[in-house]
């Protein structure tokens, strides 16, 4: 069965707290994505990475970085957490290659900035 | 940049009803439209895609019609069952290269009630 695993599910961390988000696929997917999701707002974009060390910036790029050093995982970091970055994230992984490749995705971490 | 109009954003269907969810895009660089299924606590999942050499794709009591002149897809549910109670989203390719990056539309909520 196919999986994606966000190590932590429920955060609260401090304004201006650096915070690490885990997100580990064991498909070898090449592509993995890291998403957030908020009400009305649907489903965001925050960055993509297509292999090893690789990334593009997705639609809300701003305020985050993310890191790839191996294949199966992919960590997304807020450098100084805000408050306006309170929200659920979504990890996700898919294939590489053809037009429409089936995206996977993570259970979501709940991040709470106070 | 690709947008996505998801309509409506929550729809309350008797069980045994009709429900159906609109989205709307602007050009793409191909043709695949899927659905994905979100319940409470979890990551979304693939519902059903079409790939649009065809204008409608059914999967048990899931539709998809497809109108490309209109830009237009939705999602049908025949024979609603409360266990359909999910947030639902729409998605479609970028307009340009990238093409993994599906673009999703803002959700909508069905509640199916018994």
């Known amino acids: 069965d196919v999986k994606v695993t966000q190590s932590s599910r429920y955060l609260v961390k401090r304004t201006g707290e650096k915070v690490f988000l885990e997100c580990v696929q064991d498909m070898d997917h090449e592509n993995m994505f890291w998403y957030r999701q908020d009400p009305g707002l649907g489903l965001r974009l925050i960055y993509f990475?297509?292999?090893?060390?690789?990334?593009e910036k997705g639609d809300i790029p701003e305020g985050y970085s993310v890191s790839r050093e191996k294949k199966e995982r992919f960590s997304l970091i807020l450098e100084s957490a805000s408050t306006n970055q309170t929200s659920m994230y979504l990890c996700a992984s898919s294939l590489r290659g053809g037009q429409g490749n089936t995206i996977y995705f993570g259970e979501g971490s709940w991040l709470t900035v106070v | 940049q690709q947008q996505v109009k998801q309509s409506p954003q929550s729809l309350i269907v008797q069980k045994g009803g009709i429900s159906i969810i609109n989205c709307a895009y602007e050009?793409?660089?191909?043709?695949?439209f899927p659905w994905y299924q979100q319940f409470p606590g979890k990551g979304p999942a693939l519902l059903i895609a079409i790939r649009p050499d065809v204008s409608e794709k059914k999967e048990g009591r899931f539709t998809i019609s497809f109108n490309k002149s209109a830009k237009q897809f939705s999602l049908h549910i025949m024979d609603s069952q409360p266990g359909d109670s999910a947030t639902y989203f729409c998605a479609a390719p970028p307009i340009n290269t990238g093409f993994q990056k599906l673009v999703f539309g803002t959700g909508t909520r069905l509640l199916v009630s018994p």
């Open positions: 050009n793409t660089a191909f043709d695949y």
């Open positions: 990475s297509y292999d090893v060390k690789m990334k």
